[in-house]
């Protein structure tokens, strides 16, 4: 099982090592909601083998709400390059 917790460690470096070469911001945000799902994966296998449900609530919890952060990020990203791309009275 440690195999397996070390392989999960291994991929969630592939994301970081994307969102460290491209200096766009939406493959930025793709990459670090890479990274928020793959830690919350994490989490759930560290407290299954530990059989402490605490700890696996909290995985539950940042892989729900982590997502919803995310997307209203990229929605304020959004709204903000459209109303550049318009001006201030557009």
């Known amino acids: 099982m440690s195999g397996i917790l070390i392989g999960m460690l291994v991929c969630l470096l592939l994301p970081i ?3 460290w070469q491209d ?3 939406w ?3 793709l990459a670090f909601a ?3 799902t793959k830690t919350s994966m994490i989490i759930l296998v560290v407290a299954v083998l ?3 449900w605490m700890i696996g609530l909290v995985g539950v919890i940042i892989l729900s709400v982590g997502n919803a952060a995310l997307m209203l990020l990229a929605n304020v990203i959004k709204r903000l390059n459209d109303v550049s791309n318009r001006g ?3």
Do not use: H, L, P, T
Request: cysteine-free; proline content about 0%.
């Open 88 to 90: 201030f009275y557009g």
């Open 34 to 36: 890479s990274i928020e």
């Open 50 to 52: 530990r059989d402490d």
């Open 17 to 19: 090592y994307e969102a």
């Open 27 to 29: 493959q930025k945000i």
């Open 23 to 25: 200096d766009n911001v």
